[in-house]
């Protein structure tokens, strides 16, 4: 009522749902700040060495009830809200997500910083205050349109403004010598403005500080144009900075290749390092030669790259410290992660977009090279100047103390593949660390039924140690404890079941199997796969209706990136599918397919507990880890997956009688993409996979003009192997329908997948970074 009050200034006869989340908000923040100075005044007392963490991305989603959650209030405030006649959900969901991130990698930023607080480790997040996140995805005739986002088109609660923590930018101009040091004397700059949002750990021991930049003129408008009534020209400065910090790049995995998004790139980086710099001379002095006992950089991918020729030129330029030095501080503070190994995602800018945007960082990167390559015996093909470009991967691994991959098979295919030159030079240097989510967002917090099942049954401890869901393995006999989880499933089912049908009209049954792909769109996810089977599927339903099917509901759920011609065409072919199954009588009983739109966090917390079935379906190889799969494994989802990614530790884990494998394993797949006309021959000796492509030719699911050129790709050159794994794929999910359509069976199955998931939690995983890389 206080913050109704005297913060949004409205008494409570006049307040809308917007005024009292936002109260709440601020009444939950007051709580947070407490345990968030407490924690600096720690790390800054003891001297304490701090993570930082570099992103591009952080897909944090909603905030309020997940700190609701760690500040142990969800009870009081339910009693809270309902003495002032509100209703948790509509507050909870008036919330706009803040969709700074595209996928995996921006989420998995998110996981980590709630792991940081909730394991008390001193940490900053480093980002980039997006104005617009992700856009806003609708279909229109089945195909995505894109809108922009505006999460900051109103008050955001969470943030406090550093104006006292600006740092100046610059970009491009000259470098010249000065007494015979480099000067860089930039032609443009920015400044960069701190936004603070406190993330609370579980049990609100500690809060980090998740620090977001955002762009600001040096100079806010040309006075001097204005009093001469150019109103336009004034505001240009402004106008200019802010597009540094406007939008997120919409795009997953290709190198937009684009002025803009490099010097965005810089601009997180830069503002982090003076950041961290400023505060490790507030905190132990000038001498920077202990840089690496109090400060471990994390480079979240190759997009903070540039942070080893900046740290370097801070170091040399700013701090007098020789190269050598520099360098030698600069690999020992920082760290590389490495999210992928599609080619098109791992960074180049050419030298000239360099040198013209970054000179001086152009002439440290050479400077880095030479050293790496004299210092190695000048090997072949490590160097980080290739073909007139720099190549970002080989510079963050070059720069780094440890490079890790996500997932053991990612980390084994980065030393054999795209790093295998730069791992012989330096076998100790990459380290695994599959990926992992937050138990507290993923599980107690989405998923109240089985939380409070797993409470009851195992008391709450998983939620701090989710090792502790391994007590649930005894249970997995148990026929009382199995009618409760089928129970906890089947009323997130039902959630969803009736908000499918007032969003798109879909009546789903909820004894059907819910089946769930929901991640970006791209063609190494094959979603192509899944709704080509469900093609087939639909058609065997249509020549025996009588038939003994087990009734599904496919759902799918994801954007494709705007300039991704395939993933687009993928997505109108689902819908157009969608529409044609779901309005045929005939199979309408055993087959639907639901795609809602704009697929993002909050729907995924929606999703991922009503889901039987986890599609991860990636080609062998492609998804370097994947973190869905493991949220659905935690929440008694069981996975059709093939040996990709962390797919593979899920199944070693539940056991493979409890996860239903399919495909070629990465090493087949290679061997089977180097056939030529691997497809067509593929094709050919499948019936199911024939008609699915016949139908769909013959304009059974909208104007087949829209699929020739998908036709034509899946036919001739299907480089993600839908082909070759169709067949494969296809019995797999009959033997789904078997084993569901045994109701005891799939229950224990299930239980043994939640019990077997505690790996999975992000604790598991940063503790791995403190003890391999950061010693913190
Ligand atoms: N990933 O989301 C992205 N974006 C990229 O540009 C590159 C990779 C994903 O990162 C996740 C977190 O590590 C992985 O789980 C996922 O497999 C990968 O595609």
């Known amino acids: 009522m206080y913050h109704l009050t005297h913060t ?15 109260a709440v908000s601020y009444t939950i923040r007051d709580l947070i700040v407490t345990p968030w100075m407490a924690g600096h005044r720690t790390s800054r007392d003891n001297k304490l060495k701090r993570v930082y963490y570099l992103s591009m991305e952080f897909l944090i989603g909603r905030i309020l009830g997940d700190a609701i959650i760690n500040l142990g209030l969800d009870h009081q405030m339910d009693e809270a809200l309902e003495s002032l006649g509100l209703n948790r959900t509509q507050i909870l969901e008036d919330e706009p997500d803040a969709a700074l991130g595209n996928g995996g990698l921006g989420r998995l930023a998110a996981c980590f910083m709630e792991s940081l607080s909730s394991l008390g480790v001193p940490a900053f997040g480093y980002g980039i205050r997006y104005e617009h996140g992700l856009f806003r995805q609708r279909f229109a005739a089945g195909q995505q349109v894109e809108t922009p986002e505006d999460w900051l088109n109103q008050p955001h609660p969470w943030e406090f403004v550093r104006v006292d923590y600006s740092y100046t930018i610059g970009f491009k101009g000259e470098v010249e010598t000065v007494d015979g040091h480099s000067v860089w004397l930039p ?33 806010l408008f040309d006075l001097h144009r204005f009093n001469a009534g150019d109103y336009a020209a004034a505001a240009e400065p402004e106008a200019l900075a802010r597009t540094l910090s406007r939008v997120l790049y919409p795009d997953d995995t290709t190198d937009q290749g684009k002025e803009l998004r490099l010097k965005q790139e810089y601009f997180l980086t830069s503002a982090a390092l003076q950041d961290i710099i400023r505060r490790f001379v507030a905190e132990h002095g000038e001498d920077l030669a202990h840089l690496p006992d109090k400060v471990a950089i994390q480079l979240n991918d190759t997009h903070p790259a540039i942070a080893g020729p900046e740290l370097i030129r801070l170091l040399m330029d700013e701090h007098d410290l020789p190269f050598a030095q520099s360098l030698d501080l600069a690999r020992r503070t920082l760290n590389y992660t490495n999210h992928t190994l599609l080619p098109e995602a791992l960074e180049r800018w050419s030298i000239w977009l360099m040198g013209h945007v970054l000179p001086r960082h152009l002439q440290i990167i050479r400077m880095i090279d030479e050293d790496h390559r004299k210092s190695t015996g000048r090997p072949a093909n490590v160097s980080i100047i290739d073909h007139d470009e720099v190549r970002m991967g080989e510079l963050a691994f070059i720069m780094a ?33 599959t990926n992992g989510v937050t138990p507290r967002r993923w599980l107690r917090m989405s998923n109240p039924p089985l939380a409070r099942l797993l409470d009851k049954t195992i008391g709450t401890g998983w939620t701090g140690d989710l090792d502790l869901l391994k007590g649930l393995a005894p249970y997995a006999d148990d026929g009382g404890f199995l009618d409760e989880l089928r129970a906890a499933k089947r009323q997130n089912k039902v959630a969803l079941s009736n908000g499918l049908l007032a969003d798109l009209g879909i009546n789903a049954d909820p004894e059907a199997i819910f089946d769930v792909q929901v991640k970006r769109m791209h063609e190494y996810k094959r979603q192509l796969l899944n709704i080509l089977e469900t093609i087939a599927l639909w058609h065997r339903i249509h020549e025996s209706p009588n038939g003994d099917w087990t009734p599904r509901l496919k759902i799918f759920g994801g954007k494709a990136a705007p300039g991704y011609w395939t993933a687009k065409t993928i997505i109108h072919l689902i819908n157009d599918v969608a529409k044609t199954i779901n309005d045929d009588p005939v199979t309408s009983q055993f087959l639907k397919i639901a795609y809602p739109p704009n697929y993002n966090v909050s729907m995924a917390e929606k999703l991922i507990p009503a889901a039987d079935l986890s599609e991860q379906i990636s080609t062998a190889g492609k998804e370097a880890s994947g973190t ?10 069981l996975t059709i997956g093939t040996l990709d990614g962390a797919n593979v530790e899920i ?39 024939k008609i699915a492509l016949q139908l769909i030719a013959e304009g059974r699911f909208g104007r087949p003009e829209h699929y020739y050129a998908l036709l034509d790709r899946t036919w001739n050159d299907d480089p993600f192997l ?8 296809y019995r797999c999910q009959r033997s789904v329908d078997s084993a569901y359509a045994d109701h005891g069976h799939w229950d224990r199955m299930s239980a043994l997948n939640i019990a077997s998931s505690g790996f999975f939690s992000s604790d598991r995983t940063i503790r791995g970074y403190m003890e391999t890389i950061w010693h913190v």
Request: net charge negative; aromatic share 10%.
């Open 8 to 22: 949004q200034g409205r008494g409570p006869e006049f307040a809308t749902v917007f005024d009292w989340r936002l």
């Open 187 to 219: 032609g443009e700059s920015v400044v960069a403005r701190a936004y603070d949002t406190p993330v609370i750990g579980w049990q609100a021991n500690w809060a980090n500080t998740l620090r977001l930049w955002g762009a600001q003129p040096t100079n």
């Open 401 to 433: 103390g440890k490079v890790n991959g996500v997932s053991a098979l990612h980390t084994d295919l980065v030393r054999s593949t795209v790093f295998a030159d730069l791992h012989k030079l330096h076998p100790d240097r990459i380290v695994n660390l």
């Open 628 to 637: 869905g799969n493991m949220k659905f494994t935690m929440n008694g989802a």
């Open 651 to 689: 199944r070693e884990l539940v056991g493979p009688d409890n996860f239903f494998l399919f495909g070629l394993t990465a090493a087949e797949a290679e061997t089977e993409k180097a056939k030529p006309g691997h497809a067509r021959a593929a094709i050919e000796k499948s019936d199911d996979m």
């Open 722 to 729: 839908v082909a070759s794994d169709f067949d494969s794929y």
